[in-house]
T-cell receptor, first 112, second 112 residues
Framework: DAGVIQSPRHEVTEMGQEVTLRCKPI?????LFWYRQTMMRGLELLIY????????DSGMPEDRFSAKMPNASFSTLKIQPSEPRDSAVYFC??????????FGNGTRLTVT | ELKVEQNPLFLSMQEGKNYTIYCNYS?????LYWYRQDPGKSLESLFV?????AVKQEGRLMASLDTKARLSTLHITAAVHDLSATYFC????????????FGKGTKLTVNP
């Protein structure tokens, strides 16, 4: 079991650029979550998928953020255009139904 | 709205001492999770508490759940330096979107 795999691990970009974060959940897990972590706001749930369908995207900060899950083994979180306040660590997590979430190693995003 | 409150947010203790971290949550959920995060690392699942009165123990950590009081506790016994980390509790909303909402975390520092 390779765990939840996120890429890239680090991303540094300039304001206004498009950023795409990627996630491969654990095989067999039917729920996928995107979280953002900052010192000021803690862990914030951005969006949650169940069986590849977005269930709750109320945490997506604004229209600049979008997420997709085209199949059970892949999800993306896109920010376009990026802004300095988007700088954070973005975690992807998956779970088998009601079981505990398994987190990836995160992507540290820095927008200058 | 789901709300999870932890206290204290910061805890500095000496090795060998005992202490308890408290987690209050807002709904009638009977499913509570505890996670550990080391600096710069991902989140690691510690406990899943599934029913009122549930108690789980792993080494020097013991977690319990009181659904009537909407309270979970994480008790640390005879703390050691290796327990230094940030501990999060999280509630899973049932019957709705089933998203997992985290508290702000308790940063534990165990001093020799």
């Amino acid at each position: 079991d390779a765990g939840v795999i996120q890429s890239p691990r680090h991303e540094v970009t300039e304001m206004g650029q498009e950023v795409t974060l990627r996630c491969k959940p654990i095989s067999g897990h039917n729920s996928l979550f995107w979280y953002r972590q900052t010192m000021m706001r803690g862990l914030e749930l951005l969006i949650y998928f169940n069986n590849n369908v977005p269930i709750d995207d109320s945490g997506m900060p604004e229209d600049r953020f979008s997420a997709k899950m085209p199949n059970a083994s892949f999800s993306t979180l896109k920010i376009q255009p990026s802004e300095p306040r988007d700088s954070a660590v973005y975690f992807c997590a998956s779970s088998p139904g009601q079981g505990p979430l398994h987190f990836g190693n995160g992507t540290r995003l820095t927008v200058t | 709205e789901l709300k999870v409150e932890q206290n204290p947010l910061f805890l500095s203790m000496q090795e060998g001492k005992n202490y308890t971290i408290y987690c209050n949550y807002s709904t009638t959920s009977d499913r509570l999770y505890w996670y550990r995060q080391d600096p710069g690392k991902s989140l690691e699942s510690l406990f899943v508490l599934l029913s009122n009165g549930a108690v789980k123990q792993e080494g020097r950590l013991m977690a319990s759940l009181d659904t009537k009081a909407r309270l979970s506790t994480l008790h640390i016994t005879a703390a050691v330096h290796d327990l230094s980390a940030t501990y999060f509790c999280a509630e899973r909303n049932q019957g709705g979107s089933e998203k997992l909402v985290f508290g702000k975390g308790t940063k534990l520092t165990v001093n020799p």
